[in-house]
Each structure stands twice: as C-alpha cells, then as structure tokens.
C-alpha cells in the first residue's frame, strides 16, 4: 500500500471517528429521557349527578384524556379517549349515540367497538364505579 | 477615491457586475414558469422579516404561548398585522413553492445536468412544510394541538425509526409544553441554518446551469430567443412581488388570521378539524382508507405510500428520458398529470365533501 492512499485512509477514518464522537452524544441529547410515572389505576372522572343522560366529559387519566359517557338509560360507560387511529381525542355524540372522533371520522360504538371509519382497534374500556358522590373510573380488571 | 471604488476593489464587484450582465432567460411560450421560483424565494424573504418580528414578542413555553399571540394580536400596534400576514404569507409560499415544483416537473427541468438542482428543490419543499407544520404549533391553540399530535402519530408509523422520530419530534410520549419549545426551536434555529445551505446550494445551481428549455421548445430548433435578466426579467419578477405583497396585505386586513381556543390536552378534537390545505390530500387519503387492507393497518399502507411517492417524485430525473422525449418521457408526464390531478382532487374533496 502507498503511503499516500494509507494516509488518507487514515484521515477518512480519524474524520468518521471524530463525527461519531461528536454525533453520539447529540443523537442521545436529542431524544428526551424517559421518566417512570406511577401508572394512574383510578380517577375520580366526575361527580354524581355532574353529567346529564346523554352527557359526556372527557377527563385526565394519567398522562391520557379519557371519557366518561351517560348512556340514555343512565348507565355510564368509560374509556380512553385517546383514538386508536391517529391519536386524536374523541368525543360522544348524542345524536348517533356512538363515540366520534373529529379528526378522520372514526366511530365507535358504546362498548368501545371501532364500528366505522379508519379505527383499526377498539377503545381500551375502564370501568366505572358510583362511590359515594363520585364517579371513579378504574382500569378494567379483566383487561 | 470613491466609496463605490474603495469596495469595488475590496469586495470583487466587477466579477459580481459581470455575472449580473451576462444572465440571460430563454423568452418562450412556457416562460410564464420560470417567475415562480423567485416568487417563492420573495414570499421566503416575507416570512424571514415578519418572523423575526413575532419572535420579538413571542414565548415559547405551554403556560405563555397562547397568551403571548393573543397580547401581540391585541395590545401590539399592528401585531395582528404582522402575525396575519406571516400566516397568509406561509400560505402563499407553500402554494407558489407548489406551481413552481410541478411546472418544474411538467416541463422536465430536472434533466440532466439539473438532477441536484431538482433534488435541493425537494428538499427545499420538505423544508417548507416542516416550517408549516413547526410552525402552527407555535400559538398553542386547539386545532394546532391535534394537528400536531395526528402530524406526529403518523411519524410514529414509519417503520423501524417511527417511535424514534416520533419521540425526537414530541420531546417525549405526549404533546406537552416540551413539544412547543422543541417545535420553536426547530422553526426559528434548526429548519433556517438548513434552509440556508439549501437554498444557497439550489440558487448557486440555477445560476450555474441557467434556466432549463424545455424539450418541446429545444425541439423546435428555433433559436432561442433571451432576456436580460438585469433589469428586464427582474423588473417583471418585481411587478410579480408587488402583486403578491398587495394580496397579502388584502388578506391579512380582510381575513385577520384567527387565534382559537387554548390548546387543552383534555379536551375532545373539535368538530370540523382538518390541517392546513396543503396536508389536506393526505388527510383526505388517510381518512377514506378502511382500517384495514390485505391485512395491514390502513394508516400504515397510506404512510407508506406517501413516502414512496415521495421517494419516486425525487428521483425522476433518473428514472425519465434524458432528453424528455419519446416514450417514457410521456409516461412521466402522464405521473404528474395525475399526481397534479390526484393532490387537487382529494384536497377539494376535504372542503366539499360532507362529513359524519
């Protein structure tokens, strides 16, 4: 080999190894930490009597929205709000009685079942107990 | 000795001088087109100025953004001014940035020896939506909110790099306060210093190849007829700008751009949401395809159909005819034809077509 060609296959590979050692550190700098959050199990998503049949609210469940719906006959559904297609946050719609999401007209009906539109899973379900006069939303157990 | 002469010989004029002089532009039937580069380059230079006077008063942080657009629109002389027409004028660029790729493309100005010129143009494009997309964040308002979460969930589906991305671009897992600073600092810092070097690249090209004929006219073997590019094609690109710097000012005066309610992560996405026009088509593609095709999630297939459409439109100058003539110049011209007709037509479907 020249001592040319071995010279500058040396500078080539001093320059590569100069750009990863500055690169490294500011890939890593860029991508943020992840922190440990307590994962949320239960929220008080409102208060007895707050919402109306036929209501809903959306609420944070942890770092999440989520919703909490009053079914015709009373009942209250709840799920997470966050919209399996896009991430959006969806919303109830009395009038089709079904979980709508703006962004790309995504439906859900009230078991959380993505029924129509570009929705490819269904809402993760929480379950909803009345105690006292709060209504607390909970991770479902059977999930 | 004079202060023209003191920099002439300190500053090079004369080659300066002489480059100006010698420019010329080919006068032919499609010469309209060769105006919208330098359209686009005039709005860039709007948004530059009427940038760096937002930033004056803007905060990038979740608890100030909102509140600091609202104090500029109403307490700052002539802030809503300034901030409708950075926002008409980002419009505007991105439209003229469009008439000037695919006129670009339809009169195959990417062939050889043009194909980094072409290329730096792509990117230059990439840098303008970047900028938009960055950008809308920035007031922190409910429609920005989502757009950015859906614009950073669909990073998300890119195969392999897509949590990656979508966590560089978010600053983490949700859009938080995190996201805004970051975007700030991609809108006012990372995307200029690469817009720089772009467009310095692309113009130096364009002076060093000059402008393209396109095949039908070098067909014709006629000679070429040229203008001087000082003071002759200037002054009707002059004519151009001022024309565009009156639409701004009447769209800004008459369509004051809106602020909109605080962003609220709690909150359901609004009724009507939809992006920016220029993302329209690929919203409307996303919203029409089913949620799943041959097995695969359907917002999966459109991501990645968007970018190997993308990759395709970049390298046409190696895919087309050399000399943009005969047979499979005719098929690349029928591909922008159709993707000319295809961004229009789903782009007109998202403001006509009706909704849930």
Redesign the interface.
Known sequence: MKRRTFLDGLIALSGTALGAFVLYPVMRY???PRIPEAATQRVVAAKKGELAVGGFK???FG???G?LVRTADGEYRAFS?VCT???????YRGD?RAI??????G?YDLEGR?VS????RPLERYDVHVVGDDVVVEKAKTA | MSAREWLRTRLGLDALQHVVEEKRVPVHRHSLWYYWGGMTLFLFGVQVATGILLVLYYRPSAGEAYESVRFLMTQVSFGWLVRSIHSWSANLMVAAAMVHMFSAFMLKAYRQPREVTWLTGMALFALCLAFGFSGYLLPWNQLAFFATKVGTDIMADVPLVGGFLARLLRGGDQITGGTLTRFFGFHVAVLPALMTAVLGTHLFLVQWHGMSVPPGVEQEGRPAKTMKFVPNFLLRDIVGWLAALAALALLAALFPWELGLKADPYAPAPAGIKPEWYFAWMFQTLRILPSRVLGLEGEMLGIVGFGLAAVVWAAVPFLDAPDGRGTRARLWSLVGMLAIAYVILFTVLVYVGGRA
């Open positions: 860029l991508v943020p959306t609420f944070p770092a999440e929205p919703i709000a297609h896009l991430g959006c946050t969806v919303q089709s709508w999401c703006a962004c790309h007209d439906l993505n539109g570009p929705p490819p």
